[in-house]
């Protein structure tokens, strides 16, 4: 079993700051990529930013030169730091893990339960 775990959202004033961060835990051989996504009311849930073991990242126009994902692989934990925060920013953030559990396993998407963040205006 694999649980991923997050924590850091909360409300806050735009052009504030936010550091989410999440852990995986259980069994796990190996972590291909960690990464966040949101999903708004009434919304699609999208990409925010992703990073590979390797350390190559992805992310969404919306939040580049704002938002910063960065990993420790030792820890299996995914941080997304967040500054100049915007009203449009406000949705639920989701932690992604593509990982394999056992070597002979095949990858796997895992998600946490999601952590609410609030930018007010």
């Known amino acids: 079993q694999v649980q991923l775990v997050e924590s850091g959202g909360g409300l806050v004033q735009a052009g504030g700051s936010l550091r989410l961060s999440c852990a995986a835990s259980?069994?796990?051989?190996?972590?291909?990529?960690m990464g966040w996504y949101r999903q708004a009311p009434g919304k699609q849930r999208e990409l925010v930013a992703t990073?590979?073991?390797?350390?190559?990242?992805n992310a969404a126009d919306s939040v580049k030169g704002r938002f910063t994902i960065s990993r420790d692989n030792a820890k299996n934990t995914v941080f997304l730091e967040m500054n100049n925060l915007k009203p449009e920013d406000t949705a639920v953030y989701y932690c992604?893990?593509?990982?394999?559990?056992?070597?002979?396993?095949?990858?796997?998407?895992?998600w946490g339960q999601g952590t609410q963040v609030t930018v007010s205006s």
């Open positions: 992604n893990a593509v990982l394999k559990s056992r070597s002979y396993s095949s990858l796997k998407d895992y």
């Open positions: 259980g069994t796990i051989f190996s972590i291909n990529c």
């Open positions: 990073r590979t073991g390797g350390g190559s990242t």
